[in-house]
């Protein structure tokens, strides 16, 4: 099964308004990463947050870790018609190989 | 630098056709990734390779599936023979050293008919 599972799996929002998305995981990680990924292209990386990091932006994107509860969210502020894509999380495993395992994605869909 | 470079970027085949899916990682990066994207499982793992080793292939679906890497600027997803249910978009992504991200193809999009 996927280690990290996005929540929700779709989301619709008006142009403007914040999105978030969750990401849960079920094992210890070194670092979560966010991916998105644009109708028929490869993933383009968005942001890393190392497992000793509690919080962390980059631009209109906000992430947040809660290694306790095993979560982190993103955060996409004054979303645009050009966020429209589906976003993953991807968790780097600690211990061994570092196996790093994306999740289902969530679907944003920013409406003008 | 141009990225990740995959080859072919789609492919039509016949059942029980060799299919070859090719990719150049991004010239120092040490780890190579094969995925298979699907609407129904999503974005799945099949193979790792660091410094041309692979790593983990446990998520290769079977037998039919083998992947190579020569050098370190090239690698190779094979199937044969293909079947119906292969159909997906395949990406290589490659990745400077563990612990950072990851930087994906543009994929190739296979159907077998």
């Known amino acids: 099964s996927q280690q990290g599972e996005e929540d929700p799996q779709a989301l619709s929002i008006q142009e403007g308004e914040n999105a978030t998305m969750n990401c849960s995981y079920k094992?210890?990680?070194?670092?979560l990463q966010w991916y998105r990924q644009n109708s028929g292209r490869g993933l383009v990386h968005l942001i890393l947050i190392r497992s000793n990091e509690r919080e962390k932006h980059s631009g209109r994107l906000r992430v947040t870790l809660d290694t306790s509860k095993k979560s982190s969210s993103l955060l996409i502020t004054a979303s645009r018609a050009a966020d429209t894509a589906s976003y993953f999380c991807a968790t780097d495993h600690s211990g061994g190989y570092q196996k790093v395992t994306f999740g289902i994605g969530t679907k944003l869909q920013v409406i003008p | 630098d141009a990225g990740v470079i995959q080859s072919p970027r789609h492919e039509v085949t016949e059942m029980g056709q060799e299919v070859t899916l090719r990719c150049k990682p991004i010239s120092g990066h040490n780890s190579l990734f094969w995925y298979r994207q699907t609407m129904m499982r999503g974005l799945e793992l099949l193979i790792y390779f660091n410094n041309n080793v692979p790593i983990d292939d446990s998520g290769m679906p079977e037998d039919r599936f083998s992947a190579k890497m020569p050098n370190a600027s090239f690698s190779t997803l094979k199937i044969q023979p293909s079947e119906p249910r292969d159909s997906a978009v395949y990406f290589c992504?490659?990745?400077?050293?563990?612990?950072?991200?990851?930087?994906f193809g543009p994929g190739t999009r296979l159907t077998v008919t």
């Open positions: 992504a490659s990745r400077p050293g563990t612990g950072d991200e990851q930087y």
């Open positions: 094992t210890s990680i070194n670092n």
